[in-house]
């Protein structure tokens, strides 16, 4: 009989090293944010709601012009009234495209809930404005430098798009290094083309975010990382300003673009998850580190490889059979704070093909900066693991996890 909270404290002292690292990065983070607060002088009257059209907002023209400094840009679209990071995917393919134009994805098929984005029929698609993808096959998990070089020679498109973090692929997340090694084959190859970023899951892993390495556009959702787990709706764009001028367009309209939006409820909860997302982020980080010395300790093959730093903060986890992968989600959903006592099943979910099972006892739903497991129901069947506001809940759902699985 395996003696799981023996294993756990193991697995614990193996991460010590690991540990040290990500708080390092937290630091940093956390640095970046107070100065950005600090240089944009935020203070208690940029909390306050506002109605109607909301013209002279500051609470959300600062809340935009903090986040641009953070991710080091020249202007961000930050809005509760971005409903998902899909709604703020979207927004940013259709302002930045024209009919004739044509969007390239060096990593391959982009996250689920775009394929209708892209291809849908009679739904207002970029395929009805006649706009063309194509996708470039990531092989092993690392993108193919030399088909990227030829594919942006040959399209010239005008997005070149990259989704940093794996979405439901067994592959790890693209470091900043790889990022940039796009950028510059962009940057020499075809100039005009926007570098983009689907950038879910990966603000504050790292010291410095895409754009500081070359995108020219990054985008995310607010119940993910850079809501700090606070933030209870909304999505961000960030990026050059001529690209952020594009998609304000699209956003609102082209006669009001950002000048615009409302917000009754006041800002407060943006302001401070901000504040408090790199601390979240390095919470979640030593959840998936320990999950994944926790795991492979007992044989099952996880990534990302402990050998290197994480680039988003999800721990996938291959599981020998359906069942073993259904047994780890119910124990995630178990130890969440809000219905434990649900147990959930695979279903059918809008926008993704297969069958979905979810773990989502989380306080704003569906927010996958709390803990969170999600899987679709397909082999190879491989856990998805993220989130934790604090490492002790974590800890605690990787043992419960541990222990129904070598039962
Ligand atoms: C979550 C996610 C999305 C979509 O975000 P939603 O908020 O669920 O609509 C897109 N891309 C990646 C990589 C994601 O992780």
Redesign the pocket.
């Known amino acids: 009989m395996i003696n799981v909270e023996k294993l756990i404290m193991e697995a614990e002292l193996l991460a010590t090293e690991y540990f040290k690292e990500i708080e390092k990065i937290a630091l940093a983070n956390q640095k970046k944010v107070l100065e950005a607060f600090r240089k944009n002088r935020v203070s208690a009257m940029h909390f306050h709601g506002s109605t109607g059209y909301g013209y002279d907002d500051i609470g959300r023209d600062t809340l935009q012009r903090v986040f641009a400094d953070i991710f080091d840009t020249e202007a961000a679209i930050v809005s509760p009234l971005i409903t998902?990071?899909?709604?703020a995917?979207t927004i940013a393919l259709f302002g930045i495209c024209r009919p004739g134009d044509c969007i390239l994805s060096v990593t391959g098929k982009?996250?689920d809930?775009?394929d209708e984005v892209i291809n849908g029929k009679n739904n207002g698609s970029l395929k009805e404005f006649n706009v063309d993808f194509s996708q470039i096959e990531m092989s092993d998990g690392k993108l193919d430098y030399v088909e990227i070089k030829k594919e942006i020679i040959k399209l010239k498109p005008k997005i070149v798009f990259l989704?940093?973090?794996r979405?439901y692929s067994l592959r790890d997340a693209l470091s900043l290094e790889e990022i940039k090694r796009v950028s510059e084959i962009i940057k020499k190859q075809s100039p005009n083309s926007i570098f983009m970023v689907?950038n879910?899951?990966g603000e504050f892993v790292c010291e410095s975010e895409p754009t500081s390495v070359g995108a020219d556009l990054i985008v995310g959702?607010f119940?993910?990382n850079p809501g700090g787990g606070i933030a209870p709706t909304g999505?961000y764009l960030a990026g050059k300003k001529s690209v952020i001028d594009l998609v304000a367009s699209r956003f609102t309209s082209p006669s009001i673009g950002t000048e615009v939006g409302s917000f009754i409820n006041g800002y407060l909860p943006f302001y401070q998850g901000l504040f408090l997302a790199p601390t979240t982020v390095s919470n979640a980080l030593k959840s998936s580190i320990l999950a994944g010395y926790a795991f492979q300790a007992l044989g099952y093959e996880t990534l990302p490889s402990l050998s290197k730093k994480p680039s988003d903060i999800i721990r996938s986890i291959r599981f020998n059979t359906k069942k073993e992968l259904i047994d780890f989600v119910q124990a995630i959903q178990y130890v969440s704070p809000v219905d434990s006592y649900v147990t959930p099943e695979p279903w059918d979910m809008p926008g993704y093909t297969d069958q979905v099972i979810m773990a989502a006892g989380t306080f704003v739903q569906?927010a996958?900066i709390e803990l969170s497991a999600d899987s679709p129901i397909k082999e190879p069947y491989v856990g998805y693991l993220q989130g934790a506001l604090t490492y002790e809940h974590g800890k605690l759902a990787v043992t419960e996890a541990l222990k129904r699985i070598v039962k």
């Open positions: 998902s990071g899909t709604h995917l982009p996250y809930t775009l989704q940093r973090s979405g689907d879910c899951y959702s119940i993910k999505g569906g996958s």
